[in-house]
């Protein structure tokens, strides 16, 4: 029996913890958390993407927006400090810069390390479990409120370039993304997605 000050003060308490959902904080699998991001059909997002390099005095900071529509859309779009626009569809990327008026498309196929590159990004948005596991050995951490995946690079073209690539967000929302470079270099890219859930 609850009794005195004590039992007062832990009925709050207990109010409390009655009230978080029992799967708010249960641990995510890898296969739950492509299953949530496979659900989305399209997403907008705007990005602040910071590069941190040894050849660079200062970082270097991007800004624009990023789109994905299912099956294997993907485009970044950097409006700051210059215009420049690189799309992935299909087995193709394409990279167009106004600001020097220059466009190029490739062959994603034509260069591993570019495809596993592309794939990480690609792959999780789809929640595509079976092309991630192709390049990348995969560690999850956290909730479905909160999560964290690590991709690290099985194949050693790529891991030639990138130590990891790590995402992290809530529920389907990619929020941040944080890609480091053998050398040191990193870039961290913070998400915020216009899409309703």
Do not use: C
Not at 61 to 77: A, C, F, M, N, W
């Amino acid at each position: 029996m609850i009794s005195g000050v004590k039992g007062r003060a832990s009925i709050p308490l207990l109010l409390a913890l009655a009230a978080i959902p029992a799967s708010a904080a249960a641990p995510l699998t890898v296969t739950e958390l492509m299953q949530m991001l496979g659900s989305v059909e399209s997403a907008r997002a705007r990005f602040v993407e910071t590069r941190e390099s040894t050849l660079l005095k200062t970082p270097l900071v991007l800004q624009g927006t990023l789109s994905y529509r299912r099956p294997d859309r993907v485009e970044k779009h950097v409006l700051s400090p210059h215009d420049e626009r690189i799309t992935v569809e299909g087995g193709k990327l394409t990279l167009e810069n106004r600001s020097q008026n220059r466009r190029k498309t490739i062959s994603v196929g034509s260069a591993p390390g570019l495809a596993a590159l592309v794939e990480s990004i690609r792959a999780t948005r789809a929640g595509d479990l079976v092309a991630l596991r192709r390049h990348y050995a995969l560690q999850i951490e956290g909730s479905r409120g909160e999560w964290t995946l690590t991709l690290t690079p099985l194949d050693s073209q790529v891991g030639d370039y990138v130590t990891s690539v790590v995402l992290s967000g809530s529920d389907s929302r990619i929020g941040r993304i944080t890609v480091v470079e053998t050398g040191g270099d990193r870039s961290i890219m913070e998400i915020t997605e216009d899409r309703t859930p």
